[in-house]
């Protein structure tokens, strides 16, 4: 198994590196599958995270000038680890006016993501920093834990409000509750609802948009339902304060699905990076 | 004794007090006829930082030493770091709105007060109790150290902060052309669990780059940090001298109105020879562009790993031959304790009264000598301090020697020479 990548850009770099530091918000060690086309940040649904799982795709082409991938045989030419992604993250965190970086695969005393940077320096060889982070390779009978999650049965699809409002309104709630009531209907309409024996608050966002999704089997059945009636889902408060807090990259929109009572699913698109994460709801 | 200090050097003299605090909690205070002296060491002594502030830093210096210039006051003390600190406390604002600032040893003679003349009429005074103290000040020889190395702080600044905040040691080897800053790993700490970061600079990149003796050395970073934050404010180049592991490593800051030392001890030759020896998969990485991507071969491991039942990297046992591990006093400063492993070889003997103690050093140094001989002894975490020769063994030395030096007083009642001999020929 081998794994050889380098980016030069400056541009390239400082968005991976928000890519990076979002997933080390989302979530403390995740899994990092690497194919040829592409890389992975996954977070599997265990108990021990609450549930809550993560699939982040990024294409490598958009990031990687150079890339080089033998994976575990040919026929499956892929590379599944466990890493702690603020490793990585504390890793890139002073590349930001790299002149390259470089990241390998690599076997010192245990298996290693090692990250090299090339710093400007004061004189003509430049300073090199490396990280060697260590992972976890995960066997290949294991890898069916790490499926893509597919897009659930969704009984209401809405575009998220601003994330940044969005985030500062939870985070005052987050004071009064534990868990937040997240409902939504096919008019574009959002409510944030909280209750507690003392209080009850609810925050309203309105003419928020509604993605079509074409023709899948959900589309029909919420045809016939009245688009003023809410879906709601109850989730853990903190989980979903984590993944708004956690946001660096600025997503040009952001998926809410919502199957009622089950679970919330969000889809951020950016460019060439989606992110989704599932939060179930609180049982 | 009585000084005056004019508006920008204020926040100057704010910023040694902080610098200080990162090392201790009592600020030595010693006016001298060459200037005042603001010292600072750590519990455990392996950390020493003084600022010498000349008289020229002064709108007005009186020592308080009778005329002459040939004798010193006597009249040193110390106090706690806390107290001082609240004097210079915010840095930002001292710039703006103090005018002067005085110190003087108030009439009575036990209190010194910091007195800041302030913008609007406004008189802040504080106040200090103070103990009486030795003084404080190990013996080291710049001139006598293989290697010195000087830049501008702002590189070792940028080295520096590669490094997580929470590191305890990094670990600094020199060689001809090249510096390198790796974190050093307590023998505790697990291998495959830590993030291992390693920086490397040419020495193109220093004002001045000393090497006689190619060496690696091993220190507490948390104290140098605090140097670091000022040296970086003062813009003044930053020296660093060093040999041999076991010798502490000095740094220092040359202005003519201030002289600034820090000294930390470094961990001797055997903790860092293991340290080395359980990396020696680990090359030093001087030059990451003729990397070989032919020999990031993971197929051996690989196989190694389907046949276990366990999905996950296994991290070689890293064997430093002793389990042993003295229980953590309890200290505030983490760094403190860890530095409790150190030894010096050649113990900075202190000029004060404590002499007494230099001896006992000696003798423990031979007996510790004779010690390590032995195989499959667990080293001894002891740790000498910096400046008295005295040791203070965890574990009391005593109790090993005389494990070692035990006569059996009774032999087992049901063993008897013929059984003994037909054991020994199994054997």
Redesign the interface.
């Known amino acids: ?4 990548a380098k980016m030069i850009d400056i541009g390239c770099l400082n968005h991976f590196t928000r890519v990076v530091n979002t997933i080390s918000k989302l979530t403390k060690t995740c899994t990092l599958r690497l194919t040829t086309d592409k890389l992975y940040f996954i977070l599997s649904d265990k108990v021990a995270n609450g549930g809550v799982s993560m699939w982040c795709e990024l294409s490598q082409g958009n990031f990687f000038d150079e890339f ?1 991938l033998e994976g ?1 045989s040919t026929e499956h030419n892929e590379i599944y680890m ?1 890493l ?1 992604a603020e ?1 990585l993250s ?2 890139l965190k ?1 590349a930001h006016n790299a002149k390259s970086l ?1 990241i ?9 993501i090692t990250v ?1 940077i ?1 710093l400007p ?5 430049s ?16 890898w069916n834990d790490f499926k893509e999650p597919s897009v659930p049965d969704f009984d209401v699809s809405i575009y998220l409000p601003p994330l940044k409002t969005m985030k500062n309104v939870v985070e005052r709630m987050k004071n009064l509750s534990n868990f937040l009531v997240l409902e939504a209907n096919l008019n574009g309409e959002m409510n944030l609802k909280i209750e507690t024996d003392l209080v009850s608050v609810t925050t309203h966002f309105k003419d928020l948009g509604n993605p079509s999704w074409g023709d899948n089997g959900s589309q029909d059945s919420t045809q016939d339902r009245d688009p003023e009636t809410m879906m709601d889902v109850k989730v853990d408060i903190r989980k979903l304060l984590q993944f708004l807090a956690g946001q660096q990259v600025n997503p040009s929109k952001v998926i809410c699905n919502i199957v009622n009572k089950r679970i919330v699913h969000f889809i951020l698109l950016h460019e060439d990076v989606s992110l989704q994460y599932f939060i179930p709801a609180h049982a | 004794m009585r000084c005056v200090v004019a508006t920008s050097n204020v926040k100057v003299l704010g910023k040694a007090v902080h610098s200080l605090s990162r090392i201790g909690d009592e600020l030595y205070f010693e006016p001298l006829s060459s200037g005042l002296a603001l010292r600072c060491v750590n519990s455990s002594r392996s950390a020493y930082g003084c600022f010498l502030f000349t008289p020229l830093f002064f709108q007005h210096y009186d020592s308080g030493a009778p005329p002459g210039g040939l004798e010193d006051s006597g009249f040193r003390c110390k106090m706690g770091m806390k107290s001082v600190q609240t004097v210079f406390k915010s840095l930002s604002s001292l710039d703006k709105t103090v005018e002067k600032c005085e110190i003087d040893l108030n009439p009575g003679g036990n209190r010194l007060v910091f007195q800041l003349h302030c913008k609007y009429g406004i008189t802040k005074t504080h106040n200090l109790s103070f103990q009486e103290s030795e003084s404080l000040q190990p013996v080291f020889q710049k001139d006598g150290y293989a290697n010195v190395l000087r830049a501008q702080p702002r590189l070792l600044a940028d080295t520096v902060v590669h490094f997580p905040p929470s590191l305890e040691e990094v670990n600094v080897t020199v060689s001809g052309e090249r510096v390198q800053f790796r974190n050093h790993l307590e023998d505790e700490q697990d291998a495959s669990k830590m993030m291992l970061t390693e920086m490397s600079l040419d020495a193109d990149e220093f004002e001045s780059f000393q090497v006689r003796e190619e060496t690696g050395i091993t220190f507490c970073l948390k104290e140098l940090r605090g140097l670091l934050s000022f040296a970086e404010s003062s813009g003044l180049p930053l020296s660093m001298y060093f040999d041999q592991p076991g010798r502490p490593v000095v740094f220092g800051l040359d202005d003519p109105v201030l002289e600034v030392n820090f000294v930390l001890a470094t961990l001797s030759d055997e903790e860092t020879t293991t340290h080395r020896e359980r990396n020696r998969s680990r090359p030093p990485q001087a030059d990451t562009s003729h990397d070989d991507f032919l020999s990031d071969d993971m197929d051996s491991y690989m196989i190694a790993m389907e046949t276990s039942a366990v999905g996950g990297a296994e991290a070689q046992p890293c064997s430093t031959g002793s389990d042993q591990r003295r229980e953590r006093e309890s200290d505030t400063a983490a760094c403190s304790t860890r530095s409790d492993h150190r030894r010096e070889r050649e113990p900075v003997t202190a000029a004060c009264s404590s002499g007494s103690k230099q001896q006992r050093g000696r003798e423990s140094e031979s007996e510790e000598e004779e010690e390590e001989e032995l195989p499959g002894t667990p080293p001894q975490k002891r740790f000498r301090s910096l400046f008295f020769g005295s040791v203070l063994s965890p574990y009391s030395q005593g109790a090993n020697q005389t494990l070692r030096n035990q006569e059996v007083l009774a032999e087992a009642s049901d063993s008897d020479p013929e059984e003994q001999e037909e054991e020994t020929a199994k054997k």
């Open positions: 198994m081998r794994f050889r080089q575990v466990d702690a490793n504390r890793a002073t470089k390998k695969l690599t076997n010192k005393h245990c298996p290693c090299a090339e320096s004061l004189s003509r060889v300073r090199v920093v490396t990280h060697d982070i260590p992972v976890g390779v995960i066997p290949k009978k294991l």
